[in-house]
């Protein structure tokens, strides 16, 4: 079956230096994305997300991006903050209305350096 | 905004016991909730969906005697994981579709001794 992934499995920045985490996706009929964070023993937490007829949706800090020629997804969190330390996931969809469930990438696991 | 209350967070039993973890919708009603399974530092895997008034419907490998999914309520869902052994031991989390977007219960971790 189709899935997701993720480019890199460990990312680690310098505080107040921007983060960019990646993810490939290869279901082309996926038309939802959602990025979420998730701190050690707690459940994902919804950060940004965006629709397949987008490139480009800002938030607080963060703007995900998506290229659906090369089925690429990225996430760029300005001025990392050492708070933003967690594991990142990034999720696809295939259609709101149909409550279908998410299909989960890897993560990608972020360090903010001092 | 849409809470996902899930119970408990925290659970150690021993092997071949029963323990039920349960998911509660607080200000929404949750047609369909879905459980999943982590294991350290891997990601999330979609175990089965549940949906109110019906059978649950599981991932191919996942064991419905195993882990049985009952959707008793709009607001209330419920896991156990029969007779637990060791290899059960992870983090169980659910999500229900919300109005603002999927909502993620805390998780659960379950360590069978």
């Known amino acids: 079956g189709e899935s997701v992934g993720l480019h890199l499995p460990t990312l680690s920045v310098q505080e107040g230096d921007n983060s960019i985490i990646n993810c490939a996706y290869s279901n082309s009929a996926s038309d939802y994305f959602i990025w979420y964070k998730q701190e050690s023993g707690k459940g994902p937490q919804f950060i940004i997300d965006i629709r397949s007829n987008m490139d480009k949706r800002q938030g607080q800090r963060v703007t995900v991006l998506l290229n659906k020629t090369v089925k690429h997804l990225s996430l760029q969190i300005a001025a990392t903050q050492p708070g933003d330390s967690a594991v990142y996931f990034c999720a696809e969809n295939m259609g709101w209305g149909s409550a279908r469930q998410l299909t989960f990438g890897s993560g990608t696991q972020l360090t903010v350096l001092p | 905004g849409a809470v996902v209350s899930q119970h ?90 919300g109005p603002h977007g999927y909502t993620f219960g805390s998780g659960t971790r379950l360590t069978v001794v």
């Open chain 2, 8 to 97: 408990p967070s925290r659970v150690i039993c021993k092997s071949g016991t029963s323990v039920k973890i349960e998911c509660r919708s607080l200000d929404f009603q949750a047609t369909t909730m879905f459980w999943y399974r982590q294991f350290p530092k891997k990601s999330l895997m979609l175990m089965a969906t549940s949906n109110e008034g019906s059978k649950a419907t599981y991932e191919q490998g996942v064991e419905k005697d195993k882990f049985l999914i009952n959707h008793a309520s709009l607001t209330l869902s419920t896991l156990t994981v029969t007779s637990a052994h060791p290899e059960d031991s992870s983090f169980y989390i659910c999500s229900a579709p």
